[in-house]
């Protein structure tokens, strides 16, 4: 959502070679959806997510995973952000079609489609997800991807959403891959984001205390 051409083909040649490492990803096929500005992009996904006719976007995208099938070919897919919603709209018009789709992978970023919604629709379809990275101070995915809508886990993201909605693509917690809250906080403190990093050290002694992994 709102990522123009040159800055979509760098944006997601980082997020496949994050999603699939050991693949040592030089090239990869980019499907990108033109922004309108936040307001059509809003109205684009909103459309998306509703029952029912899916936009042209998810059609198109549908139709590319069946071909992809058809020809015997093993596709490892990356969606990001609006493009999780795009993506769960083309599988469910795949598995409207009854057509399945196995041998085909799936990763997910910073989604801004319901997270077990996407499950749901990628197992209907045969397809494999591999990887879900949402970072928690993210707001699209806790919001719209219902990944953490609790009263603590809103108002952690919400005191991020400046930076997401930023210039500053290394501070945001939406725009680059997630590779866990360490990195995030290092990469906070290397941009001189001190009071941020801080908030984030705080959430992992949180984490740790619980006994959980970050």
Known sequence: MMNG??????????????????????????????????????????????????????????????????????????????????????????????????????????????????????????????GVANNPFDLVPNLFGNVDRSTSGLRRSMKFCGLVFGDDIGASPHTLPYLGAETYRTQLQILGCHKKAELVGRYIEQQINKGIST
């Open 5 to 130: 051409f040159d800055k979509a083909v760098w944006l997601m040649g980082v997020h496949s070679q994050a999603a699939y490492p050991a693949d040592q990803v030089r090239e990869y096929t980019l499907v990108h959806n033109p922004s309108d500005g936040v307001l059509l992009d809003g109205v684009e996904s909103a459309f998306d997510k509703r029952q029912g006719q899916k936009s042209h976007n998810a059609q198109q995208l549908a139709a590319v995973m069946q071909q992809c099938q058809q020809q015997g070919r093993r596709v490892k897919w990356t969606v990001h952000s609006q493009g999780a919603i795009i993506c769960c709209a083309a599988l469910e018009e795949l598995h409207k079609r009854g057509i399945r789709i196995p041998g085909q992978l799936l990763a997910i970023h910073g989604s801004g489609a319901n997270i077990e919604r996407v499950h749901n629709k990628a197992k209907a379809v045969g397809m494999e997800i591999v």
